[in-house]
């Protein structure tokens, strides 16, 4: 398929042609998803982009959209990896209640207790990246997850996506970050759209939590006025390292990160839609629904 093009302003006012929605070989044909993907990056000007759909346990579609790296021309492909920066919370919200289901903990112990990310090193009697890497994704063997590991700024990781964010007057830059490694429980992994896709199928199934502790999990925390609060009026309410969207027609939950990525679980519609992008401003959380419409029941 033929690719499109954009003009992005790039260093000073200059316009630099680049190639924002290039399909990879493995669509013979572009369908309304593709199309409507092809749209959002033109007018978000998002480089390169990564999806999967999952519905009723089964994966109905996957893309792999634009360039990873800019100054390579590298296009986004099964392979890539990307940076998920505060979406790491996910995966730390869950390891604690699987040490709350051990009865090493409770969630209702006050932070007191414990010190930040150092309470799972503390109870589980091992760095919390590897307690992750053992309890989460081995088990579900999301190996490029783990290869990738949890300090992405600072080693080499292979294929992973480089982060760009647009500045006050419209120029694209490269994103260099530091993170210390006591905020790797908030902003360290690295991963790919099929892996949270998978992962976010096994939390629903039941292979990570019981169905009471995702439930725990997943509820908002009521604030001392009695009500609930989250980073918009979409995502409504903070639950444990996730956000709830809570509404009465497709209430969801999601977990973000850089403004670049999103996974949103929509348990109701037994529905995962995962947006990974390399855009830091891109805010794939507020297309998300759109995607998710073509799949819900009813839909096609």
């Not at 100054?71 to 604690?96: H, R, W, Y």
Request: charged share 15%; hydrophobic share 40%.
């Amino acid at each position: 398929m033929a690719c499109k093009t954009s003009s992005l302003p790039l260093a000073g006012s200059r316009l630099r042609a680049i190639i924002i929605c290039c399909l990879t070989p493995s669509y013979a044909s572009a369908d309304k998803t593709d199309d409507y993907i092809d749209r959002v990056m033109t007018e978000r000007q998002i480089p390169g982009l990564q999806l999967a759909v999952v519905r009723s346990g089964r994966t109905v579609k996957t893309g792999n959209y634009g360039l990873s790296n800019l100054q390579d021309s590298v296009s986004v492909t099964g392979e890539t990896l990307f940076p998920i920066n505060s979406m790491t919370k996910a995966f730390t919200g869950v390891a604690i209640m699987q040490l709350a289901q051990d009865d090493r903990l409770s969630i209702d112990d006050t932070i007191g207790t414990y010190l930040l990310g150092m309470l799972i090193d503390k109870l589980s009697e091992q760095p919390f990246t590897q307690f992750i890497t053992d309890q989460q994704l081995q088990p579900l063997k999301m190996t490029k997850t783990a290869e990738a590991g949890f300090d992405y700024y600072d080693y080499v990781v292979a294929h992973q996506a480089r982060q760009y964010h647009f500045d006050g007057e419209g120029r694209l830059h490269t994103l260099h970050v530091e993170f210390a490694p006591f905020l790797r429980t908030a902003a360290g992994m690295t991963s790919n759209a099929t892996e949270l896709a998978t992962y976010a199928t096994a939390l629903q199934q039941g292979k990570l939590l019981t169905p009471e502790s995702l439930k725990a999990m997943w509820t908002a925390t009521i604030l001392s006025n009695g009500k609930t609060a989250g980073f918009s009026d979409l995502e409504n309410g903070y639950a444990l390292g996730w956000q709830v969207i809570g509404r009465d027609e497709h209430p969801a939950v999601s977990a973000s990160g850089g403004n670049a990525t999103s996974l949103v679980i929509y348990p109701e519609d037994e529905l995962i839609v995962v947006i990974l992008t390399n855009l830091v401003g891109a805010l794939p959380i507020q297309f998300a629904d759109d995607v998710a419409s073509f799949y819900f029941a009813g839909s096609q």
